[in-house]
DNA sequence: GTGGTCTAGACCACC
DNA sequence: GTGGTCTAGACCACA
């Protein structure tokens, strides 16, 4: 998998990203262990400290819990990762939306556009 | 304006985009004069020779044309404009179906989180 | 191979055109390699960058693929290359019957003049 | 007119090419008076010397005629001028030939490319 | 070792 | 002063 941090913004926030995309998509699935922290800095060529805030985030939104000594694990709770796919969506709904405005387009335009091409599109 | 290069594709791509963006929107009015190469590399803070491959690559693109002595013009061609707007359009729209579509949404649900997200603006 | 850069246009589309006839007449075969950017500029005495220029450019016609870390290689596709055959044939031919026109020849009079050429062979 | 002496041939012999040529297509009128020498060193901006060697050349080829006092002129005799249009024509199409045998065409594939163009094109 | 990008700085043609 | 081209040399990603 290709860990790539370029885009300027701070690395853990990068990771915190990812894992939430993984976490909403269920490729992490609810209640599954996480990567230990030296794995995953290891596999992403980051600072381990930089992975233990990036978790920390994680804990602080309940994405996540800490089991002092098993290890970390994606929340079990379907709520939360419910809402956290809400949010990602609303947030690159929210992007389009953006820079869609900026091209000038109003946003009756802007979600005909959206069902033209999720209807006829692949 | 802030011209920041930060997110690991080529500068002269990222430059590409941005003036793509500013003359689909209008802010570059068509037929109007672009700023000179040493201009925008001294504002941008890159090598005139970058803002040149830009200008190239937009050139071929028929978005611009570049009169020898008196400088760069905006094409006059609404319809290349139009078509530029189209295409960055889809670009954003097909992006976000992507990222919705990776988080386990289907295009009926992202149609209808988009309308949602629409009519209630934000 | 002699490659003499001295009729004013720039070298990059120079040596575009030579290539461009090595590939239409096959001297160049589909899907084979060509010389290393490092290597060509060597050969031909001028700077990597303008064979980097020139080879952009067949890329940007279709005509060559750059594999990222084994090198460049001439399409495969013979198409493309029936197409280049065309079109550099065309331009031959136009360049004569512009010449000819030039001397006051009707079209008529060019076509049985070349007849004759070519079937009394030169 | 723009007189440029850019691809490496000696000047002289492509100052007599352009004349040759406007004798040819009758730009310059059989029995008319050619440029001074100095005039036409002043215009194409080259030393009057090698303008006094192209026009010997011309001499030579029984295409001009000095008249010591008052100038040169262009030969009277059509049939020198059409020997001229037919060597010059000759030429042109040979070199077409040379060309598109290159690519690998037939002469008689070239033959009717030529008519092809002569009739459909413009 | 391959292609790709970037910089710094030069020269040219044009007007 | 404008765009266009070229050189020299550097660094990066990839494998």
């Not at 909403?24 to 209640?31: H, I, K, L, T, V």
């Amino acid at each position: 998998m290709g860990w790539n941090f370029n885009d300027g913004s701070p690395i853990y926030l990068q990771l915190c990203a990812v894992i939430k995309g993984k976490i909403a998509s269920g490729e992490y699935a609810p209640g599954s262990k996480l990567q230990p922290v030296r794995d995953l800095a290891l596999e992403a060529g980051v600072n381990p400290n930089t992975v233990q805030r990036a978790y920390a985030e994680l804990e602080r939104d309940g994405l996540v819990n800490a089991e002092r000594t098993s290890g970390r694990f994606v929340t079990a709770d379907a709520e939360k990762i419910k809402q956290l796919r809400g949010a990602l969506s609303s947030g690159f709904i929210g992007e389009m939306f953006k820079q869609l405005q900026g091209l000038g387009l109003t946003n009756e335009e802007i979600i005909a556009a959206v069902q033209n091409w999720g209807y006829s599109d692949k």
